[in-house]
DNA sequence: GTGAAAGCGCTAACAT
DNA sequence: ATGTTAGCGCTTTCAC
């Protein structure tokens, strides 16, 4: 066993409580006594015991976060911010992995909900009855989801597809591939909400998925995309955007000359990976943190201001190649003809040209 | 309060100690009161209280792994296949991210060390001396990183760098830099060893940092080593290297035809990201899912085989544009004349030509 | 300002 | 096969 309050309590000749006080409450003593008590609690080398602080005070100190994948950078960003922003306030951070599995992300929130003070579910894949279901009286923050009186810090990912499009149009591009990310993906629902908002007369968008948001996916969707001639792909994430560009460097199409790639979240590092990728920003280190700040508030009872919404930026860094920027005539007349493939719709459900 | 196990015991009319044995010595009860015991619990929505058995029991069912920056790919992946093995042995898992500060990471496994089994130390920047201190009796195991008498999985960096230099002498390299990581790490050390193992007769190395181990770090020393006239780079990790190449492109210099790069790590993605990088992978995953092996081997007081080594493999892939092969000639007579710069060797402390 | 005592929720002997 | 009992290490009334 390690070293315990008793015996510090023996060895300062006080009784435990004021062994204590001297760590939950000084201001209770009297500076002589805490000063000695720390003093023998330093030299016999006396920590806390987290478990048995908790079972009396029914606080840990600890919280959970979870995400679907770890891997992708876009979390681990998130994650580090979480952790910072935890440490800072003296909390310790559980993480789960759930590999974009509900049903270990419920084995892993069910777990952490013992033991922790509170968790921040990151794109949650579950249902929200699941999601009730799992965390229990827990304290919830979500990110990239919404569920009603649920806190949440979420972006702006229908604005930052509409920089996407913005963009993409203005380089005369009217054929777009819209390559989705998981099937239960709030943030992919919202990238397609932005996208059929920002369509616009002229510009059809055909649809590609679901993929599992990998590098591996961009590859294979990189062709299919092709195949339907489509000029422009915006992808569900950076590492997807990074796979189109693989196969498009591999299939000699020149980029972005002949097709222009959009990736979303933001790796921070992806564009420098790879400067033909666009791509929208996203500030994951500050949700992360914002996700803690909005948990701690929640242990104070402070109920106002539950959902946090960041902004997303478009990032263009052009090639080192040869862009050398519009290439091409912007399209204001007459929609395409139907394309057979996947799901597509233009501007058809966007109202008439402005 | 959440419900106890005394609700379950009275409303199942059973002692607490059968509803106890009910979850955790199932076999010492009579099949029907285990089942109606269970029911009841499900039926209340039981789980039992952690910090209250690990009081008892003094084991938690955590574990602590810590890592210099989570942001690293290579820790990532580490990371990832330590979650996911402690979750299969029904651990818990405790992050903590130093931001490569050794006083972070002390203060992490000090709040760590108290409510968990065992700690996992990655690339751990800390002395000997502070390691043993942080602590106190608490279960390690070492990754990347050899203290004597502690447990740990290690990479075969030296064997690594082998791999890499005769890639390099083999493209007909003759002038070859070397990046430093960071000041205190151990692998730094080994890459360096495996540096003067490798090196040739007619080969000289001018080493460059240290460096905190980031893109930047090789955009910066990209430039260094072009001022030297240095034809090959080899990197402390991928993101130098990443780094490295992004500035060569800048500058047009032409990868690698006229540079060649070689990173280490292997992100396991830095190769697709850039397909002009060479890299010596490392299974981060599995030395992630090793580390956790061993530390709940060490709770059964299993004290063989404390130290795992993890073989590496140089990976290339060939840039999408211009590489044709070997170059340059390979320069077998004399070494070089010292160059101004940063610390150099040349093979005169390889020994004689072979 | 400090001590005594009563648990927090659970497990592990020790009975029976 | 089940119940009784005694704590695990700490915090927190309640006295003094």
Redesign the interface.
């Known amino acids: 066993?390690?070293v315990t309050i008793r015996a510090v309590a023996r060895s300062a000749e006080v009784s435990t409580s004021t062994v204590s006080r001297a760590f939950t409450s000084p201001e209770l003593l009297s500076p002589a006594t805490r000063q000695r008590v720390l003093e023998v609690a330093k030299r016999l080398?006396y920590?806390?015991?987290?478990?048995?602080r908790?079972?009396v005070t029914?606080r840990?100190g600890?919280i959970g976060v979870i995400v679907p994948d770890?891997?992708n950078?876009f979390f681990?960003?998130f994650?580090?911010g979480v952790?910072?922003q935890a440490?800072k306030a003296e909390f310790?951070?559980?993480?789960?992995?759930s590999?974009e599995n509900p049903r270990?992300e419920i084995?892993?929130a069910?777990?952490?909900?013992?033991?922790v003070d509170g968790v921040i579910l990151c794109s949650s894949r579950m249902t929200s009855a699941e999601l009730k279901e799992a965390v229990?009286?827990t304290n919830v923050v979500l990110v990239n989801r919404r569920v009603s009186g649920v806190p949440a810090v979420v972006m702006d990912w229908v604005g930052g597809m509409r920089q996407a499009i913005d963009h993409l149009a203005a380089l005369g591009h009217r054929r777009v591939a819209y390559l989705n990310g998981p099937r239960n993906s709030w943030s992919n629902q919202e990238r397609r909400r932005g996208l059929r908002r920002s369509v616009r007369y002229g510009m059809a968008v055909v649809e590609f998925g679901p993929f599992v948001p990998q590098?591996e996916a961009g590859v294979q969707a990189a062709d299919l995309a092709l195949a339907e001639r489509l000029t422009a792909i915006a992808a569900y994430n950076d590492l997807m955007a990074?796979?189109v560009l693989?196969r498009l460097?591999?299939r000699r199409v020149a980029v972005p000359d002949e097709v222009s790639v959009v990736g979303f979240d933001d790796i921070a590092?992806?564009s420098?990976?790879?400067?033909s990728l666009t791509t929208v920003a996203v500030p994951q280190g500050q949700a992360g943190r914002e996700a803690v700040d909005l948990l701690v508030n929640l242990f104070g009872d402070q109920t106002e201001d539950v959902t946090r919404e960041l902004g997303t930026q478009l990032i263009v860094r052009g090639s080192?190649g040869t862009l050398t920027g519009q290439r091409r005539h912007i399209a204001t007349t007459t929609p395409d003809p139907p394309t057979a493939g996947p799901t597509q719709h233009s501007d058809s459900d966007s109202g008439p040209p402005g």
Chains 1, 2 share one sequence.
């Open positions: 066993m390690a080398g920590a806390p015991n987290h478990a048995a908790s079972l029914g840990t600890n770890l891997t950078p681990t960003g994650v580090k952790q910072a440490h310790s951070v559980f993480l789960g992995d590999e270990v084995d892993l069910r777990a952490m909900a013992r033991q229990g009286k590098f990074l796979g693989s460097a591999h590092m992806a420098m990976y790879n400067p080192t």
